[in-house]
């Protein structure tokens, strides 16, 4: 059976962006320890190095847990596969003369595009993307003054 309508945002994702929509957060959700998983060793190096660059300040602001990490490490494979086709593409370009003398596309901008998806998919449900960052509420744990038209006109 298909699920109808926007899928729900994860509990921890609404407390960072302030639930704009003032709907009532699920107490009920699982809530795994903030930590991030260890980088497995069967990921692309680039992909590794990916991993390294985002999994601590992920893990700082409560975003990448231990049962985060297909998701993460599939961020990171297609990063690391979405890397190497650009790089092709700088290097040798996008189209090439067939031995018939047409013209064709090279098979790594399909690629590029394919993998670019699928970051940008897993990164926006992370919160990596500058759109879906933009409704995330970094702060220090306070809650506000506890008048909320002075927390709107930045009192606090």
């Known amino acids: 059976m298909a699920m109808r309508g926007r899928k729900p945002t994860p509990t921890a994702i609404k407390e960072l962006e302030g639930s704009p929509g003032h709907c009532p957060l699920n107490g009920q959700e699982?809530?795994?320890?903030?930590?991030?998983?260890?980088?497995?060793?069967?990921?692309?190096?680039?992909?590794?190095?990916?991993?390294?660059?985002?999994?601590?300040?992920?893990?700082?602001?409560g975003i990448l847990t231990d049962v985060d990490m297909a998701a993460f490490a599939s961020y990171c494979q297609a990063y690391a596969r979405w890397k190497e086709a650009e790089e092709f593409l700088t290097q040798h370009g996008t189209i090439v003369k067939t031995p018939?003398?047409?013209?064709?596309?090279?098979?790594?901008?399909?690629?590029?595009?394919?993998?670019?998806?699928?970051?940008?998919?897993?990164?926006?449900?992370?919160?990596?993307?500058?759109?879906?960052?933009?409704?995330?509420?970094?702060?220090?744990?306070?809650?506000?003054s506890g008048d909320e038209m002075e927390d709107i006109l930045g009192g606090v």
């Open 30 to 61: 699982p809530k795994p320890v903030k930590k991030a998983p260890a980088c497995p060793k069967w990921l692309e190096p680039e992909a590794k190095k990916e991993w390294k660059r985002l999994a601590k300040q992920m893990e700082s602001i």
């Open 100 to 144: 018939s003398g047409y013209w064709q596309q090279v098979s790594q901008v399909s690629i590029a595009q394919t993998y670019n998806k699928i970051m940008t998919k897993i990164a926006t449900e992370f919160g990596l993307t500058p759109s879906s960052r933009s409704r995330i509420i970094a702060g220090d744990g306070e809650k506000g």
